[in-house]
């Protein structure tokens, strides 16, 4: 190496893949915890779905139901389901929660189309469900693939049953017609926002008129009655139930060398994923180790579920009051990931990337100072001494990492948890995974930083 070179390689920074940093055998690691991602991919496509899985494996782990009366040792782990649609895994760790706890957040909402309270008509002899979109969607990315229909009907007496249809092999989909190109002349004149409209959003469901039936709405009739058959629900309970229409395919590796993974609902299962296999790994440590998995960022984090609810600051000061402490220092004295993807740089959409501060699919994960839109709107900026102590942190221990803006200044922009968690006078900074296609239905990531952000989260609440 030159003078000149030595010189360059000790004053500049340049991110670079990450096949380039880590040895062939933490390769090899890291494409076999993307199996396992695989396999959660496929078998999860709802908040209540993780959850599930979540609570499964966690007990399994030794985690125990959360109470808020008992008292908890150093190594004790437990588990608090927020109406089984959001959680809390933690590991009480060795120093008292009022010296703070190292949080990652997650959420587990992912966007989709969700059922109307009263979705079910015909129309033409074919019998439809009215959607109302969930999240930041492309509309037009929606129609003609397979769906499928997961969550939950209470019924009138209470009691409820369990939707999931047309994930396994022989079930039957669903799918958002589209206009034919031939007759579309008028259509594709609309903008790419207006190409398929909100009320455009409706699901086939059916075709065929109950047998010997003169009456009206005779398709509607039969799959009512199909409907009655398997979960004995009438029309009336479609107006407490949450059901929600998700792309039907599972998981794939992509690509001729298999680095790159294919799913729906990447964002942000490819962070919460890594951050609960994180935390069961996470032994005694040192501060007390909260893996938070949440529902409703899509839609701002409202609602008891989401994150600008109070449920985890509660979970805080129930733990710091348990060992006397108190609550409002343990939340001051505490530090969170918001572990949420960011948008990888796409070489066939080059413009709305600024490329000296994106970031790059392979890179590792990326941690973003700030989100936010026009002047930092609405974001938490997290502070240069934060920064650099996770950037020490992961320096430290083999985490390999980067930095990306979301696009361009102007270009748009987006948030994420990190300012209601910041809300609580938390350190926080975002740190998650790049995805390509963010918000599709079939999103894109890498087998490697899907790893590095494992690493890094188990980094975080061990070291
Ligand atoms: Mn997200
Ligand atoms: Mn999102």
Redesign the pocket.
């Known amino acids: 190496m030159s003078k000149n070179e030595e010189l360059r390689e000790k004053l500049f920074y340049s991110a670079e893949h990450a096949c380039k940093k880590i040895s062939d055998d933490e390769l090899k690691t890291a494409d076999s915890f993307a199996e396992g991602y695989k396999k959660f991919m496929s078998a999860c496509k709802t908040e209540r779905e993780v959850v599930d899985f979540v609570k499964k494996l966690a007990h399994e782990n030794g985690f125990v139901t959360f109470d808020p009366k008992a008292s908890y040792k150093a190594g004790d782990k437990v588990i608090y389901n927020n109406r089984g649609k959001a959680v809390i895994l933690a590991v009480i760790g060795k120093r008292p929660v009022e010296e703070g706890v190292h949080i990652a957040a997650a959420h587990i909402d992912s ?1 989709r189309l969700d059922l109307k309270p009263n979705p079910l008509y015909e129309e033409a002899e074919f019998a439809l469900f009215k959607t109302h979109y969930y ?2 969607i492309k509309k037009y990315q929606w129609t003609a693939i397979p769906l499928a229909l997961h969550g939950v009907v209470v019924k009138a007496d209470g009691t409820s049953v369990e939707v999931n249809i047309g994930e396994d092999a022989g079930d039957p989909k669903f799918v958002v017609t589209d206009l034919l190109p031939h007759l579309a002349a008028e259509q594709m004149k609309r903008s790419l926002a207006e190409g398929i409209k909100g009320e455009e959003l409706n699901i086939l469901i059916g075709s065929r008129p109950f047998k010997d039936d003169e009456g009206s709405e005779s398709v509607k009739l039969n799959i009512m009655n199909i409907l009655n058959e398997k979960y004995g629900i009438v029309e009336a309970d479609f107006l407490s139930a949450e059901l929600e229409a998700v792309p039907a395919f599972g998981a794939d590796d992509v690509g001729f060398d298999r680095s790159l993974i294919g799913a729906y609902g990447h ?2 299962r490819v962070c919460a994923y890594p951050s609960v296999m994180a935390v069961l790994e996470a032994g005694e440590p040192e501060y007390t180790a909260l893996t938070v998995l949440a529902d409703k ?2 839609t701002g984090s409202d609602g008891n579920t989401g994150l600008n609810s109070s449920y985890m600051a509660y979970f805080i000061g129930d733990l710091a009051r348990m060992q006397g402490g108190v609550a409002s220092i343990a939340l001051s004295n505490s530090e969170c990931l918001s572990a949420d ?1 960011n948008a990888a740089f796409d070489p066939t959409f080059p413009g709305v990337y600024e490329k000296m501060n994106t970031s790059f699919a392979n890179r590792g994960i990326v941690v973003t100072k700030y989100t936010g839109s026009r002047g930092k709107g609405g974001t938490s900026d997290a502070s240069a001494e934060f920064m650099g102590r996770v950037r020490r942190l992961f320096n430290e221990n083999g985490v390999v990492w980067q930095v990306g803006e979301l696009g361009k200044v102007d270009e748009g922009g987006g948030g994420t948890v990190a300012k209601y968690v910041a809300s609580h006078n938390i350190d926080v900074v975002d740190v998650g995974v790049p995805v390509l296609s ?2 599709a239905p079939y999103e894109v990531i890498s087998k490697l930083d899907l790893y590095m952000a494992y690493k890094g989260f188990l980094t975080f609440f061990t070291k």
């Open positions: 966007p999240g930041g964002d942000d960022e899509e993807v963010m918000h």
